[in-house]
């Protein structure tokens, strides 16, 4: 009967869920350049931003700051909620069953490793379900940014679990495997390791397993994709065709991206974006984008990302060692290639992840805000970035203050990329003839 009760509460909670899951669409399609923003003799960045930012009404405002800011208590529940887990499988000697079954099961120390690691993931599956539902399907759809039923969100949480699972269990146990036959060496040749992975998998997402979420299809209007096409080819980047994919399936976000390598590279732009934006903010998200992949930013993320690996393998050397030595016997673990010592190296690894959270956000937002000035001056659409940011606003605080934006933003904020588009707009006015110093979406308007 207990069982039961939950089942049926989570049901009446999925259903409360889909029916406030009409998506909220809180700024008009496409937004309208304010008169502040429209270039003149006297044109002032700070005024023009202002009255980008007036678009918004506070009721979306207020929506859109309560989403951002409750997302910083999810940063700090998300690591109270792993840690707990960690330490009930070492306090309740689950994690050491957990081992001895796998024990009992196979005699190879590789096949041994796996089955732990899949009873392992079993159990993070089970214990943070909860959290992840509350997270990515009831918050999603509170705040109108979700578009999926119940079953189709399980589906793709389900396929990506056991991508989760099968790639966890190679890294796993590849990683087992060096610490097993390298016990002095095995924290350099782990970090090795596990960047190498990271790199890979950056690669390969966007081109072989994003497409197992959404279908990619050519998109044919000429009125989008030639602009787009020219800026490219203008930008060194030799693509012939621009994708669409249905993301509005699943999310009422916007997004485009410009991703993979040699014959695989793709330029792909969601729905949303080609629903909702204007030609001006599609040109303004692909130059900002084209700008990500010319600049180099997913290798020059992933080897930031690397001394980040490095580091984070140095403290666990440092750590690991010393926790097994004082508590390690005690709670019957063998040491550090013992699998049943995972849950401990996992709660050393978030604590670490998540006193770094701060530097992350950094590395990502710089590359972010090179990515908007190179797109400025690719796309040259000022009004079309606002216009995004203005959009991106709708689940983006608009206005942090300096330290919470240091603290939690991997991105520029939405005000800080408004006054950048406003300050090149002013720029590029400048620069002209005072009878041409108009900016190209002035000009269209």
Known sequence: MRYRSLLLLVLCLVSLAAFAAEPQS???????????????????????????????PPAAKARSDAYFEGGYWLILWEFLWGAAISIALLAFGWSIRMRERAERMSSRPWLQTILYLLQYFAVLGV???PLTLYESFFREHQYGLSTQTFAAWMGDLSLDFALDVVMGAIVGSVLYAIVRKLSRTWWIW????????VVLLQLIWPVFLSPLFNKRVPLHDPKVTEPILRMARANGISA???????????????SANVSGFGSTMRITINDNLLRRGSPEEIQAFMGHEIGHYVLNHSYDRAFKFTILIAMWFVALRLTLGWALARWGTRQGLRG??????????????????????????TIIRTQEAEADMYGLNAAHEPDGFAQAALHLGEYRKMSPGPVEEFLFFDHPSGRARILAAMRWKEGERASRPQSTAVSAGDQKK
Do not use: C, W
Not at 43 to 51: G, K
Not at 190 to 197: C, L, P, Q, V
Not at 336 to 360: E, G, M, N, R
């Open 336 to 361: 550090i290639s013992d699998t049943a010592a995972l849950p401990l190296v996992v709660l050393l690894s978030s604590l670490f992840f998540f006193v770094l959270t701060p530097v992350i956000n």
């Open 26 to 56: 809180v700024l008009p399609s496409p937004i309208p350049i304010p008169q502040a923003a429209q270039a003149s003799a006297h044109f002032d960045p700070e005024a023009a931003t202002n009255a980008y930012l007036a678009l918004m």
């Open 127 to 129: 214990a943070g379900f």
């Open 240 to 254: 012939r065709d621009v994708y669409e994919i249905d993301a509005s399936k699943q999310t009422t976000r916007m």
């Open 190 to 197: 782990g970090a090795i390791t596990t960047s190498a992975f």
